[in-house]
């Protein structure tokens, strides 16, 4: 409810408003009169039946007790803004409809003191009976997660999930707790249930942390070393990582955000650009199991969102494969898996000695160094100057279509060197570099990314 007043304390309160003669205490069997007593006024516009204290208790209040025939309750909520000189009130009924058919609706799985562990996938498992039917028909549940022994629920697991008896949940990693519950609540009705006992949730082991270096062709200069910083000096390079939006799935990240003093740095440590760097599954490397954007420094680092650390991901540590992306360049992999456990673990993907996925076509050898290849202007697995779905006719579109001297500045996907302006001809044109990595004599030929 709300309340024009400023200053006014809203409080609420639940009552049953059935007044037929039953037995009393209550009992669950009554098709009438009340079963649950009214309370003093809250502040909180939301009532447990019975009260949440009882149900983390597992007891039976005596004068709140649950149904198990089929009836029909009656409710109504009291709103007053308690003003000293004018109080007003407002009222609202609602019909609470028993199916003596349907139920009990409970949660399974965790109903004991087990232990899961921060950040790892577990199943929660209730007992549908019939809800999912007509006339409850509720088709969707909500998975939440108490650290505090069911009081209070901060963490969705998921929303809006099928109600059909078992799903797998990722916990978020938060501190150590011995106080968890699981909460199974419908959702779009009222009907809930939590895990009888408490269950532990242990600490998420050391997130797999990597100081990994890259070179991208496009903006790579061999005199100096070091890769343009064009788009950051032009002031175009987005504080939010632009892979979510162009339709790159993320698991276990994505959003990534930046900050203005962080692209202000100039020198080796300017960035360049945004990269995306993968885990994928030890045992299936097609399967990415984290996702990271991060920023990509003139000298070759990748470095979290703050300019300087290393980056982090957001899964247990482990052995794993890492695969290095750019939105116009295409990437690789490593060709075995890397250890990342017990600490920050260093991988310089520009040296010769670091073996890739695919062999040698993987990367480009940019004299002393290795690259990624550039010239994916449609982010697909290849390279193509000619043919359906190429590579070089999205430059000519973006500058007009028509002359092919025209440019067009800004941060976009076909700006393959990076200096922040399209160019279909002449110096540092984009164009030309996709031909070359073909093989620069046959136009018809392919460049396929060594990725599975």
């Known amino acids: 409810a709300s309340d024009l007043d400023v200053g006014t304390m809203l409080t609420y309160t639940w009552e049953q408003m059935n007044n037929q003669v039953s037995t009393q205490p209550p009992v669950s069997t009554s098709t009438g009169g009340p079963n649950f007593r009214a309370l ?7 009532r447990y039946l ?16 649950l149904s198990s025939v089929g009836r ?48 790892s996938v577990q199943t929660v498992t209730w007992a549908v009976a019939g809800t999912n039917l007509s006339p409850v028909s509720c088709t969707a549940v909500d998975i939440l997660l108490s650290v505090d022994g069911g009081f209070n629920y901060p963490h969705t697991l998921l929303s809006a999930t099928p109600n059909d008896g078992s799903q797998t949940v990722t916990l978020p990693v938060i501190p150590a707790t011995s106080t968890a519950r699981i909460m199974v609540r419908a959702n779009g009705n009222i009907f809930y249930d939590i895990s009888n006992s408490n269950f532990t949730i242990t600490a998420a082991p050391t997130p797999p942390t990597l100081a990994a270096k890259m070179v991208l ?18 002031g175009l390079i987005p504080l939010t990582e632009p892979y979510t939006t162009a339709g790159w799935v993320q698991v276990n990240g994505g959003g990534e955000t930046t900050t203005a003093p962080v692209l202000a740095v100039t020198g080796d440590n300017a960035i360049v650009d945004w990269v995306r760097v993968e885990l994928r599954s030890s045992a299936n490397s097609g399967l990415v199991v984290a996702t990271r954007q991060a920023l990509l420094q003139r000298d070759g680092d990748i470095v979290a969102t703050d300019g300087v650390s290393p980056i982090t991901f957001n899964v247990a540590g482990g052995n794993y494969y890492v695969a290095f992306r750019h939105r116009n360049h295409l990437g690789f992999m490593t060709a075995a898996t890397v250890a990342l456990t017990g600490g920050t673990v260093a991988l310089d993907m520009r ?15 940019l004299g002393s160094v290795l690259g990624s290849w550039a010239g994916n202007v449609l982010a697909d697995d290849r390279l193509l100057y000619t043919g359906q779905s190429n590579d070089r006719d999205p430059i000519l579109v973006a500058i007009g279509g028509t002359i092919p001297t025209n440019t067009i500045a800004g941060y976009r996907q076909e700006d ?12 540092d044109n984009d164009r030309d570099a996709i031909l070359v990595n073909i093989g620069g004599a046959v136009p018809t030929n392919s460049r396929l990314e060594q990725l599975p």
């Not at 709103?79 to 349907?102: F, H, I, L, Q």
């Not at 062709?217 to 032009?234: H, N």
């Not at 040296?351 to 990367?363: F, P």
Request: charged share 15%; proline share 6%.
């Open 40 to 46: 003093l006024p809250s502040t909180s516009p939301s």
């Open 50 to 65: 019975p009260n949440l204290n009882a149900v983390v208790a597992n007891s039976n209040p005596t004068w709140e007790v």
């Open 72 to 119: 029909t309750f009656n409710f109504r909520v009291t709103v007053r803004d308690n003003n000293a000189s004018a109080g007003c009130t407002a009222e609202s009924n609602m019909t609470v409809t028993v199916n003596a058919a349907s139920g009990p609706f409970l949660v399974n799985q965790p109903n004991t003191n087990v232990s899961w562990q921060a950040g």
């Open 217 to 234: 062709e496009g903006p790579y200069d061999t005199g100096s070393g070091l890769m343009s910083d064009d788009l950051r000096s032009g």
């Open 351 to 365: 040296s010769l000695g670091a073996a890739t996925y695919g062999g040698a076509d993987a990367r480009k050898s």
């Open 416 to 427: 393959i060197n990076l200096d922040g302006l399209v160019k279909y001809t002449g110096l």
